[in-house]
């Protein structure tokens, strides 16, 4: 990287950011079989998006995309790679083969004809699962799905304490199996709990033994597995018990193919991404605007703004590259729905001042419904 052509592109975009506000939206569309997407962006123009992308490649982003999908160290806090994308391999090593992994347990579970499945998590190992169950539900299913992150008693005893009685499985997801929440939840449950109407889905596959769970619940998953991208794992086990949830690995599979192409496809696809990622930074560093609002006008996706409020700030919390040029790594991100019964949300969200926020619209297009 050339540090002094690093920071002579931050400097024009630092200059075009106290220029006069730009009319012109920039206007993208990117539309394939799975996703449409329209961008119709205020005070960002194509010089900006060519400065970026200028600095894009001077900064090597591309490349660090591939030695993060060929497993390379990553993760300089705990010195180790992010794999949860191995488990969208079309050919996967056996500790990250979702098929062989879970596919015995599965269907063992539906042969038990469970009423009740309970999750207990919190962080990664709830919102992915719950948003996944949400958006594949069945509305005939004969399971009755539910979801607990556990902080208060009065959440269990309102979502558990009911079905008490009937024929429970209950699992819990956790990658340390430290957290109180979900250790107060397995407290909570005492007896009711038992070897066989149990499973824990954890990296700590010794703590778990520790707390009682018998080898054959126990569904590992590899410490390189971050929380926050669980979602890829056997975390989100619920999703497999009455969907094909290889079609979802299957889907992550082609996005990251696209990502690190080279086709005709693969650059449409970057340049979705990069307008994104562009405009997020530009907005966020240079125009002052320090918060997104995510509205979705879908009922199955009613918990996608809390998957990626949780997924995207717990990176604020992490410690930021010190040679970064720069300042805000990120938004914070605001939830609300966008439906009918929030629309006085919606409308303060709309006229909030212009230096308040960004707005994400999420929809299904009708011909999809």
Known sequence: MNKKRAQQIFNALNKASKQALQRKKFSFSYKSDFLEYKSYLSNFSTDQYQLFDALFDELEIQDSIRSLLN????????????LHHRYRCSDPTPDFN????????????KKDKYQNIITFGIGGSYEGPKLLQEFLLNP??????????????????TIVKPLLGQKNLYIFAS?????DETLSCLKWLGKNRTEKNSIVVTANSEGARALGFSEASIIPFPESVGGRYSIWSPISLTAGIENNFMSFL??????DSLLSGHSTDAR???KLIKTLAFSDIWHSNFCNKKNRVVLTYNWKLRSFANYIQQLEMESLGKPSNAESIFHETGQTILVASALRRNIHIFSFFIKAPPSAQLILF????????
């Open 175 to 179: 990658k340390s199996l430290a957290t």
């Open 362 to 369: 999420i929809a299904q297009t009708l011909k999809a419904l």
């Open 268 to 270: 449409k696809y970057q």
């Open 71 to 82: 497993g390379a160290i990553v993760n300089q806090t705990e010195n180790r790679p992010a």
């Open 250 to 255: 299957q889907g992550g599979g082609i996005a």
């Open 98 to 109: 979702f098929k062989k992994i879970c596919t015995p347990l599965l269907k063992q579970i």
């Open 140 to 157: 005939a299913s004969d399971i009755n799905y539910s979801f607990v992150s556990g902080p208060d008693k009065y959440e269990f005893n």
